[in-house]
């Protein structure tokens, strides 16, 4: 584990601006998708000899399309304020990482075909030809930002350096230049309902193995259903959670508040996934054809509400994106918010006293708290702003006795992203991972050093299968990084029913083991 | 009627010709573009009041910019807030009578000047010493601040060096209004003032000071955070719904 074939950044007491050093991750590349999965999502197999001037007539359909693109293609004044906010700029020192470098890669070329001036002065403005060598560099660095939104934080004008990167990736996925990582796994959403490509009787399996598992643990029977029509909530969470230390420990916890809270639920094998690729790709279409899953077994399994598990991104397109892309939910009850995170669903039975925890199981830990981005800054929790944040903090405290947050300029709106966000946590971007990191672990490193923590929780798939495979490259645990939901679960004081006493489990004892070792390989891959 | 009178004339003309069309043909570019998602960047207001109020705050204060970069901010409001006073103060050339609050902040307004100038030779410094803002300025950006800069210190040099027939320029300007011509006196810094500012009325609609109107375009800061309670759906995306 944790054999760099690249220098692994140093962590320091007090972070500091990299000098720019063109061209240091200009190698940085992820896998080119091949035909077989450019085609299910609607997408060319390969590039066409036209394929400069499909790319120019798709970049005018999307400046048609998404006011974003039209307003911060015109409006970036040059001002530097977010040239030193993005943590890929700061782990690699490469100047197109930074923001407005990424953005002017696609600026130069807006300017050269729909604008007077780059028409008729193009170096008077940075304006370029769209060559191979520019697409090129867009493959490599719209490849090489996350969408985190930091940037969009501190620029004058609210640009998105994300907003850019998805119509990048979409401009260059219609001209058949799309990446293997995120459409084969869209892919397996459409074939199986889910990333990690897990069938309904291997998820099934596993829910049984997860109900054996805390009646030994506990002697208390917690229900981990699937398709159960007729049940009250349908939660959809990663399919990351179906297994894979950390994720798996934050269902078993959600199970157990359902459990508490004495609601009737269900999982669904056609809507098991929460994540949605979707978005990374900038795919207005596919988003909405993965989130259509959900409206589908919302109807079909006639419940109530929806909740949905820990995962950043995938809340982002749940709380801002799922009313438009799937709604409107005018069929499910109108007392709740749709969706719910199930952080609210938990913080509610909490203020309403209906948990009870026994806050010593977390003694063994000192915690933090890691602010996903897509939760921090693109969507809310509960009805006020800045509820993301408060939260799942709050949480933290009713079940963890010690907890101590990060540097405030690394957390809450500011946080900064694990480094594998956006579509880019694959093992062929183990590079720019590792070094994207290096802010993010800088604080948690500090924080380790001053106040002696020792976990972090975090709310998000992504982020937790990152920080897994990241922190032992600076010498970290990879258990370091837990799920919200398993310290509630480590706390929470179950209430035994009736029925806990009987044994009915006839069928065999190595249900557990329907997901065999090769499977959580590739668990990272597919978060 | 003398040539010079006529060339300025016509090019004022066409710089205010310029400038209207080119903004209004941006400005609803913008508003016709449909912001498919909710996209705001939260903690973000909840409310239509609070959006304003947020809005208010970048307009006047450049909240992010603050947030992003104390030095950037600081010249870059200085520069704002001069630019700001000194059009007010401009105001008068084009008015007759001159309303009370624009004769009021005269003597500020020939200051403010002096604070543009600072301002942006603190802006233009930045580009130079910063090497992360070095590499992304282009020779537009740079000339964009001589521009305003050489406009800036020509009409400080006329409000206190060589002072220039400011009845004669204010005739001038007010018989644009009705196509009746004055003579424009032939002061060489002030024919360079008005041919710069004439230059930047026509670069406007088609270079990056479009910020200003962009700013209030942008889907990150002018969206209400409340997408679970009200559908939003773009046009172009609602026909998805009708296969
Ligand atoms: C709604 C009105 C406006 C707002 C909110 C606004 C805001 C800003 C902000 C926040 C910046 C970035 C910081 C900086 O680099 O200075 C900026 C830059 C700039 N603004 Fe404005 N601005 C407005 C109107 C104007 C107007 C009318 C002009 C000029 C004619 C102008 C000229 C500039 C220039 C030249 C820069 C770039 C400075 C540089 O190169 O560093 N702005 N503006
Ligand atoms: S969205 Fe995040 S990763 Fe992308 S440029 Fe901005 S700060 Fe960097
Ligand atoms: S902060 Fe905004 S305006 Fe300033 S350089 Fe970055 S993108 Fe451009």
């Known amino acids: 584990m944790a054999k760099a074939t690249f220098v692994v950044p140093a962590l320091r007491q007090y972070p500091q601006v990299p000098a720019v050093t063109p061209g240091t991750m200009a190698h940085s590349a992820p896998f080119v998708a091949k035909p077989e999965f450019q085609s299910p999502l609607g997408f060319p197999g390969a590039l066409a000899d036209d394929w400069q001037a499909q790319a120019i007539t798709k970049m005018g359909e999307l400046l048609g399309k998404y006011r974003s693109l039209r307003v911060y293609m015109d409006s970036c004044v040059k001002c530097g304020a977010c040239t030193d906010k993005c943590h890929y700029f700061l782990g690699t020192k490469d100047p197109k990482n930074m923001p407005v470098g990424r953005q002017d890669l696609m600026r130069k070329v807006y300017r050269r075909y729909f604008t007077l001036v780059g028409r008729i002065a193009p170096k008077l403005v940075g304006a370029t030809d769209f060559t191979k060598e520019v697409l090129d560099d867009w493959y490599s660095y719209f490849h090489q930002c996350s969408q985190c939104r930091r940037c969009s934080v501190f620029c004058p004008y609210g640009i998105d350096t994300a907003e850019i990167s998805m119509a990048a990736r979409e401009i260059m996925d219609s001209i058949g230049v799309g990446q293997k990582y995120c459409n084969e796994i869209i892919g397996k959403v459409y074939t199986i309902g889910n990333n990690l490509g897990l069938p309904g009787p291997a998820l099934r399996d596993t829910l049984e193995g997860l109900e054996e598992d805390v009646y030994d643990e506990t002697g208390v029977k917690v229900r981990y259903p699937i398709d159960q029509v007729g049940a009250d909530i349908l939660l959809v969470t990663p399919s990351a959670d179906f297994f894979a230390e950390p994720h798996v420990d934050g269902l078993i916890g959600y199970g157990k508040v359902f459990h508490e809270a004495g609601v009737s639920w269900t999982l669904s094998s056609y809507a098991s996934e929460a994540a949605n690729f979707g978005m990374f790709i900038g795919s207005y279409e596919n988003m909405r054809r993965i989130s259509l899953r959900i409206r589908e077994e919302a109807i079909r399994l006639k419940v109530k509400r929806i909740i949905f598990g820990e995962c950043g991104h995938a809340w982002r397109v749940a709380y801002s994106f799922l009313n438009t892309l799937a709604g409107p939910w005018d069929f499910l009850d109108s007392r709740y918010p749709v969706p719910q995170h199930i952080c609210e669903f938990t913080y509610d039975l909490i203020q309403q006293g209906k948990l009870t925890f026994d806050k010593t199981q977390n003694d063994d830990k000192v915690l933090t708290y890691h602010d996903s981005c897509n939760v921090a800054r693109a969507s809310r929790m509960g009805d006020q702003p800045g509820g993301q944040f408060d939260i799942p903090r709050a949480i933290i405290k009713a079940v963890c006795n010690q907890f101590y947050d990060m540097d405030e300029d690394t957390i809450r709106d500011r946080t900064f992203c694990c480094g594998g966000g956006g579509g880019l946590l694959t093992d062929d971007l183990m590079e720019l991972r590792v070094k994207g990191a290096q802010p993010r672990v800088e604080a948690l490193n500090n924080v380790m050093q001053e106040k002696g923590v020792t976990h972090m929780a975090a709310i998000c798939a992504i982020c937790k299968s990152q920080f897994t495979k990241v922190l032992p490259y600076y010498g970290m645990e990879m258990d370091q990084i837990v799920s919200l939901h398993q310290l509630v679960s480590n706390a929470i004081v179950l209430t035994p029913r009736e029925d806990d006493d009987e044994d009915d489990d006839e069928d065999g004892e190595d249900d557990a083991q329907a997901l065999d070792d090769d499977d959580s390989e590739s668990i990272d891959e597919a978060a | ?243």
Not at chain 2, 87 to 94: A, G
Not at chain 2, 138 to 155: K, T
Not at chain 2, 186 to 201: E, I, Q, R
Not at chain 2, 211 to 217: I, K, R, T
Request: aromatic content about 16%; glycine content about 6%.
């Open chain 2, 1 to 243: 009627m003398s040539f010079l009178t006529g060339l300025y004339a016509f090019a004022f003309y066409f710089a205010a010709l310029v400038l209207v069309a080119g903004l209004t043909w941006k400005v609803v570019q913008y508003a016709r573009t449909p912001a498919p998602l909710k996209i705001p960047t939260t903690p973000a207001p909840i409310t239509g009041g609070g959006v304003v109020l947020r809005m208010t705050r970048e307009v006047v204060l450049f909240e992010s910019l603050f947030r992003g970069n104390k030095w950037t901010w600081i010249f870059s409001w200085i520069f704002h807030f001069g630019l700001f006073l000194v059009t007010l103060r401009h105001l008068r050339y084009f008015m007759d009578p001159v309303p009370t609050p624009i004769a009021f902040i005269q003597p500020f307004g020939i200051y403010a000047g002096f604070a543009m100038v600072l301002g942006l030779a603190g802006l233009w410094a930045r580009r130079f010493l910063v090497d992360r803002v070095r590499y992304i300025s282009s020779p537009s950006d740079h000339l964009i601040l001589g521009l305003l800069v050489l406009i800036g210190c020509s009409g400080i040099l006329m409000s206190f060096v060589v002072h220039t027939d400011i009845v004669s320029v204010k005739a001038f300007f007010l018989g644009l209004y009705s196509f009746d011509l004055k003579p424009l006196p032939a002061d060489p810094l002030l024919l360079l003032h008005l041919s710069l500012v004439a230059g930047l009325m026509i670069i406007f609609p088609f270079s990056k000071l479009l910020h200003a109107p962009g700013l209030f375009f942008s889907p990150t800061r002018n969206q209400v955070d409340n997408p679970r309670e009200w559908r939003h759906l773009a046009p172009w995306a609602a026909r998805f719904e009708q296969r």
